[in-house]
């Protein structure tokens, strides 16, 4: 049979690994080692040129553990919650020993689903992801879960990743967990095969994860898996499920490439896809030249090429850009409020902040969130 090995890690340019509860955890206790291997590791990677972005669970079972918290902290909502406060504290430390071995820094990032669902507080987390990659340091993102309640949580790391990963601009997810990838049956069964590369996650495809399969530590289990497979492959994103169990397990997928690998149904400039969906652009921005030229070449939309703004709309809003003879050039999501956008137009950034009374974003309209024409 061909063997597929559409993907290289080493050749990503910015990679969100998503680690599972039960690979950070046994008895309650955390496996330091194991996760020192896989910062080194991540180390590597990064050495590589590869940007890393890290979403860690593991917090609820820490604390549980602390706590003395039945069903590993799984009980109740509150018991959830209570765990994770206690747990995500020990989890920061441990990534931030291990990371600190390499020299590198780690930073914690807590979301909840509305963070990355809400269009203004997307913009946020998404500037906070890109200028903490641009610092060198290694985001650790979990989902704030002593805070979400049960309507407003994802409850798994999986699907959080995938979104993490669209809100992060990066091409590659990859999903460590205890199981090699998904099978084509339940994996107990004995011509069960592993799926190695996948082209659409369809009915047919959901149907294989099976009832829940999950260790019972983590929520994940194949189906959120699957879930988390839908969001990438629709934003250009693409998704491996492999086996992290064992030491160095970025290592172990890079030379072994056993692993499920979820090719992206879009290109990637679908990963803003969701923002010519079906929303009306509640402004215009018009620009001149000197700036439809810039945008067309991959550029930003900076206030100093802005010569009218029509329409009243918020942070976060999707905005029509235009160009100066009315042309439409593309649409996207606006950092600043219209009156903001009116305050600082046709202003070069050293000229804004006396106007604005704060610091400058870095653009009206920053080109991440932004599709062209
Ligand atoms: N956020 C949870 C934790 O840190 C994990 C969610 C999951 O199991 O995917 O414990």
């Known amino acids: 049979m061909e063997r597929t090995v559409p993907l290289n890690l080493r050749k990503t340019r910015r990679l969100v690994v998503k680690v599972g509860s039960a690979l950070l955890v046994e008895n309650g206790e955390a496996r330091a080692e194991w996760l020192a291997t896989l910062a080194h590791d991540l180390a590597d990677l990064r050495s590589g040129g590869t940007e890393i972005i890290v979403v860690s669970s593991g917090a609820i079972a820490l604390g549980a553990a602390k706590l003395g918290l039945a069903r590993g902290g799984r009980g109740s909502l509150a018991d959830a919650q209570a765990a994770a406060s206690v747990g995500q504290v020990e989890l920061a430390r441990l990534w931030s020993d291990k990371l600190r071995r390499h020299d590198i820094t780690a930073a914690q990032m807590l ?9 203004r507080r997307y913009l946020n987390a998404s500037a906070t992801l890109q200028r903490l990659v641009e610092t060198g340091a290694i985001p650790v993102v979990n989902e704030n879960d002593s805070v979400a309640t049960e309507e407003i949580r994802f409850g798994d790391n999986d699907r959080l990743a995938a979104r993490v990963a669209q809100a992060a601009g990066a091409d590659t997810v990859i999903l ?8 084509d049956r339940d994996p107990g069964e004995e011509d069960a095969r592993l799926v190695e590369r996948i082209e659409g996650v369809t009915p047919e495809i959901i149907a294989m994860a099976g009832p829940e399969s999950s260790s019972g530590i983590g929520s994940g289990g194949m189906l959120a898996k699957l879930q988390a497979a839908r969001i990438a492959e629709r934003a250009g994103i693409t998704l491996v499920i492999a086996n992290g169990t064992g030491p160095s397990p970025l290592t172990r997928y890079c030379d072994t490439a056993i692993g499920t690998v979820f090719l992206p149904q879009a290109d990637a400039s679908a990963r803003k896809a969701w923002l010519a969906g079906r929303l009306a652009p509640a402004g215009v921005l018009t620009v001149d030249p000197g700036c439809a030229t810039a945008l067309a070449n991959g550029a930003s939309l900076l206030a100093a090429g802005l010569i009218e703004v029509a329409g009243e709309f918020g942070r976060g809003d999707l905005v029509a850009i235009h160009g100066p003879k009315g042309e439409r050039l593309g649409q996207g999501l606006v950092e600043y409020g219209a009156a903001e956008c009116r305050t600082i137009i046709g202003l070069r950034e050293d000229e804004q902040e006396a106007r604005l009374g704060y610091a400058p974003r870095a653009a009206v309209v920053h080109r991440d969130h932004m599709v062209r024409e």
Do not use: I
């Not at 979301?111 to 269009?119: A, M």
């Open 176 to 183: 460590l967990s205890d199981v090699d990838g998904l099978y």
């Open 111 to 119: 979301v909840t689903l509305g963070d990355l669902e809400d269009r």
